[in-house]
């Protein structure tokens, strides 16, 4: 079962292959789904200081039953946070948040932040001074791994060419119809795990008559058959849910695309647009 499988950062540390995504639940609505999710099987729980729900979550771990220790909680520094001072704040903010005494997995949102996304400025300065924070936290034991979101190569050059720790993790945008071939290679020949948040391309993968054909050809959902895409290029999905039968049925993947249909789907065109999504940086191009 695709819940009890891990992947190994390049530092030891065990990390489920699947994750629960929670941006866009409310920090009330949070606290069921991580309860309902735990229950179900799930381990990992990706949330951001940027979601608005970090106590939520928080509050869901400890009131879900099983041990802080079996669980693996990821958050993400606030894009907009780019100084050494700024950092080492928002990093023990976090942790306030969410009640815990460490945090598996912190990771700098986005290389740049959200309303200067599409901007010529790289930032390299202070993902550095962003980075260094987090290394100290890291070397302290509050957080068991740190990482990256968003980060192109040159920025993942940029940290790579100053740290004393590397980055274990780049969470980026992939799914069916876009995928960053090269970027995942240079993330993974880097020493990273690359995550997959919108596996499901935020829900417009639903409307495309292919995708929804090769789903049918295995019996399965669009959301399944995206879901596993991901894994078997060795990315760890975060799809995003607060309903606890969907949360079922994207874990129930243990089906095996065949290698011409990988193929398929690695060189689909991009679909269009993002829908709603859209006005995102993240999806709404570069």
Request: glycine content about 6%.
């Given at each position: 079962m695709i819940l009890d499988e891990t992947y190994t950062l390049s530092n030891g540390v065990e990390i489920p292959k699947l994750g629960l995504g929670t941006w866009f639940i409310?920090?009330?609505?949070?606290?069921?789904?991580?309860?309902?999710?735990?229950?179900?099987?799930?381990?990992?729980?990706?949330?951001?200081?940027?979601?608005?729900?970090?106590?939520?979550?928080?509050e869901g771990i400890r009131a879900c039953g099983v041990n802080r220790e079996a669980l693996f909680v990821t958050t993400k520094l606030?894009?907009?946070?780019?100084?050494?001072?700024?950092?080492?704040?928002?990093?023990?903010?976090?942790?306030?948040?969410?009640?815990?005494?460490?945090?598996?997995?912190?990771?700098?949102?986005?290389?740049?932040?959200?309303?200067?996304?599409?901007?010529?400025?790289?930032?390299?300065?202070?993902?550095?001074?962003?980075?260094?924070?987090?290394e100290e936290a890291y070397r302290t034991g509050k957080l068991r791994a740190i990482g990256l979101s968003n980060?192109?190569?040159?920025?993942?050059?940029?940290?790579?060419?100053?740290?004393?720790?590397?980055?274990?993790?780049?969470?980026?945008?992939?799914?069916?119809s876009n995928t960053p071939t090269e970027l995942i290679h240079y993330s993974q020949e880097n020493g990273m795990l690359v995550e997959a948040y919108s596996p499901i391309g935020h829900g417009e993968l639903l409307k495309n008559k292919s995708i929804t054909a090769t789903a049918q050809n295995y019996d399965v959902s669009v959301a399944q058959l995206s879901i596993r895409y991901c894994?078997?290029?060795?990315?760890?999905?975060?799809?995003?849910?607060?309903?606890?039968?969907?949360?079922?049925?994207?874990?129930?993947?243990?089906?095996?695309?065949?290698?011409?249909?990988?193929?398929?789907l690695t060189t689909m065109e991009q679909i269009e647009h993002y829908g709603e999504a859209s006005h995102f940086p993240v999806f709404g191009g570069k």
């Open positions: 409310s920090n009330s609505d949070v606290v069921q789904a991580v309860k309902d999710a735990v229950q179900i099987g799930y381990r990992h729980i990706d949330t951001a200081q940027a979601y608005q729900n970090e106590s939520g979550v928080g606030a894009a907009e946070v780019k100084s050494y001072q700024e950092a080492v704040a928002s990093i023990d903010g976090s942790l306030h948040r969410l009640g815990l005494e460490y945090i598996d997995l912190m990771i700098i949102h986005s290389p740049k932040p959200w309303a200067k996304f599409s901007g010529n400025d790289p930032y390299f300065d202070g993902n550095q001074q962003a980075w260094r924070a987090l980060f192109e190569q040159a920025d993942i050059a940029n940290i790579l060419g100053s740290c004393s720790v590397k980055p274990m993790v780049n969470q980026i945008l992939a799914h069916i894994l078997q290029l060795g990315l760890l999905p975060l799809p995003k849910t607060a309903k606890p039968e969907h949360m079922k049925t994207n874990a129930a993947v243990e089906f095996v695309i065949s290698e011409a249909d990988m193929a398929t």
